[in-house]
């Protein structure tokens, strides 16, 4: 059997991007469709309980607009808070991002561990249960950094390289002043400035991600249902769920990452 119905990614916003780009190397015969919930963004400053509503509803929405044969929650926070709540409400298989604590607390060589991520995210009982099972032996450094979110959600094409390096700065200043050896990029959005991170960082830092092992995870669970597709019908596109002003900056990033930019979800 094999199936030819898109696989939506969706984010807030584009943090998802960096994820989609490895689903669009490794799986080329496959149709994407990338949804930012700009209605809602952004998530890590809301409650739980509010996240986990919008998180379903904006679901449900594209759900009847595409009639996806399967969701990649690009989004840690989304996955943390409503991942769960998302599997119990509809039948789809939905593939979540897990932050990255099991490997960055077994690569870090002296036993402290920085968690870069939305408020929301470090807030998440989901989090602690990952550092008792996976870090328990470790010092877990939570830092919160809304602000780069923001960078790149709105202006990462507006500011000046300088600027962008300051904002970049706060966090590694974090990071440094924790002495971690390993940093979890556990808000999607981190990746986009994740060469910034890479220049700043002591060479010694490890820097670590969820990609590879979702993208993996995808490929198995379309080989599961299998549900792979034989030839990509179609074009990958992009689209938001509300009308933004931001609308060029978004197709800069449609372009960036070979995207047809749709405009906003009807
Ligand atoms: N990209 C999202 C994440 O991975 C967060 C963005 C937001 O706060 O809306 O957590």
Known sequence: MSDNKPIVFFDSGVGGLPYLKLALDKLPKELFIYVADRKNY???DK???HIRQLVIDSIGCIINCFDPKLIVVACN???VVALAALRKTYSIPFIGVVPAIKPAASLSENGKVGV???EATLKNEYIAQLIRDYAQDCQVVLIP???LRDLVEERFFSVSEDEKRA???RAVAHVRAADVDAVVLACTHFLHVENEFRQMLNSSVHLIDSRAGVINQLKRVLGMHNIQAVKKQGTDTFYLTAASTL???YK???RQFKLEYSGVLK
């Open 42 to 44: 952004p998530y890590g």
């Open 47 to 49: 409650t739980a309980a």
């Open 77 to 79: 926070t989304a996955s």
């Open 116 to 118: 870069l991520a939305t």
């Open 145 to 147: 950094a809304n602000d």
């Open 167 to 169: 904002i970049v700065r």
């Open 247 to 249: 609308e060029a900056h």
């Open 252 to 254: 800069k990033y449609c």
